[in-house]
Structures are given as C-alpha cells and as structure tokens.
C-alpha cells in the first residue's frame, strides 16, 4: 500500500506537469500570435526599404532588423558618398563593407560585441571564443576588407556606436579607429553630422 507521504509526493508532481500544461496550452497561441505578427512586419518592412529596391536580395527571418540592412537605409536616406560592397560569401543579411575614401565604416558594434575596460582604459571586442582588443580586432577587419576588394583601400576606420555606450568613457585615441556617436533612433541624422563627412 502507497504511503501517505509517496501519494503526496506523486500528487504535486501530476499537479505540477499538469499546470505547465495548461500554461503551455494558453500561452503557446500568444507567443504564435507575436511571432506571426513580428514576422510579417519585419517582412513588409523589409520590403519597403532602400536596401531592397536596390539589391532585390531574398527575405530572410528578421533581415529589416539587421545593422547593414539598417545602415545600408540610413547611408542612403542620409545620401551620403559611402561606397557599399555586399559580401555574398557570408550568409547574414546585408553583410558586407562600407567604404568612404580611404575609410571602413563598422556599423555593427554593440554593447553584446564591444565594451571599455575601465582599470585597464582600453576597448576590447568579443571574438568566437574570447575577448580581444579592440585594435588588433580592427586591423583585422581592415586587412579582410581589403583582401575582399583586391585593393589597399581602407587604411583606418570609424566605428558608429550607439551614443550612450560612450558616457563616461574617457577618450582614448588610436591610430586606427575613430569613434563616431550616434543615435539608433535617428540614424540618417546622426551620420549626417557625423565629423567625417564635414572633413
């Protein structure tokens, strides 16, 4: 005969699988709902962009949302004189170089890929498997840009950062890299008055 305590061990655990159930069973719709709904936006979005009409590339998942879709959109509603080369041998949306003068212009850094070390007062930059600093990661790029262009093209480079991941940040000059705030919200404007498009 099953003990007490077993039969109300086995209880709160049919109970327990049977709530996650119900939970599941009500929420899975929603979350469906929202994915839909974001799908089709970011499809339609996608659709009515600068990026699109130019290039005809094919949708994929969330591509509106990408930093050189993004870019690409602000570059051309800010009508500036960038240079874009689309490196098809990457598969993520967009991917590809920005190019003014002898300038590579880095687009997708964020907090999720770049941070300031404030004990060691350097930048540094996530890479697959650990963090690196920030100008070798750059000097990289560079050499990789000009390799893909077949050129000796880009000799620095301007990071467009969100504007806040700079507040309190001392500044720190480098021979290669500038910095250039702007704001997400408003990226066509921010570029516009970026310092290197009045040089």
């Not at 240079?83 to 997708?108: H, M």
Request: hydrophobic share 40%; glycine share 2%; proline share 2%.
């Amino acid at each position: 005969m099953m003990s007490m305590k077993l039969f109300f061990k086995k209880f709160g655990e049919a109970l327990f699988t049977f709530f996650i159930a119900v939970l599941f069973i009500i929420f899975s719709p929603i979350i469906l709902i929202l994915f839909l709904i974001k799908t089709v936006s970011d499809y339609f979005k996608y659709k009515k962009s600068r990026y699109y009409r130019d290039t005809h590339e094919k949708y994929t998942w969330m591509c509106a949302s990408s930093e050189y879709v993004v870019f690409y959109n602000a570059v051309k509603a800010a009508e500036l004189p960038v240079e874009y080369y689309r490196n098809n041998q990457i598969k993520e949306a967009g991917y590809g170089y920005f190019v003014y003068k002898d300038t590579l212009l880095i687009c997708d850094y964020d907090s999720d890929s770049v941070y300031f070390d404030k004990e060691r007062e350097e930048w540094f930059a996530y890479d697959a498997k650990d963090c690196v600093l920030l100008e070798s990661e750059i000097k990289k790029e560079i050499e990789a840009v000009n390799e893909f262009l077949g050129e000796n093209r880009c000799s620095k480079a301007v990071i467009f950062i969100e504007s806040s991941m700079l507040e309190g940040v001392p500044e720190k000059h480098y021979e290669l890299i500038e910095f250039s705030p702007v704001s997400e919200r408003d990226l066509a404007s921010a570029l516009k008055k970026s310092a290197l498009f009045s040089k």
